[in-house]
């Protein structure tokens, strides 16, 4: 599961050409999938899960909530 357990924040596809590069056809990149920077964290239930490093800093995992749908 690799989304966020407070945010619900995920994966995202992005990159690919350059306006130079559509142009000329020359090493096309394509796209590519960029993963959220998931840490473990501790909950004050006691159970560990992994959440984003943006909730991390923001201390959300200390507060008690229900995960996002």
Same mark, same amino acid.
């Given at each position: 599961?690799?989304? /966020?357990?407070?945010c619900g924040k995920g994966s &995202?596809?992005? !990159? !690919?050409?350059?306006? *130079?590069?559509? @142009? ?5 990149? !394509? &796209?590519?999938?960029r993963q959220p920077n998931l840490?473990? @964290?501790?909950?004050?239930? !006691? ?7 943006? /909730?991390?800093? *923001?201390?959300?995992? &200390? ?7």
């Open positions: 599961m690799k989304t /966020c357990y407070f &995202l596809v992005g !990159g !690919g050409y350059s306006n *130079r590069v559509r @142009a000329t056809k020359f090493n096309p990149t !394509g &796209l590519r999938r840490q473990w @964290a501790s909950l004050p239930s !006691g159970q560990r899960t992994k959440i984003c490093t943006r /909730c991390l800093k *923001r201390g959300k995992y &200390l507060t008690k909530k229900s995960p996002p749908l």
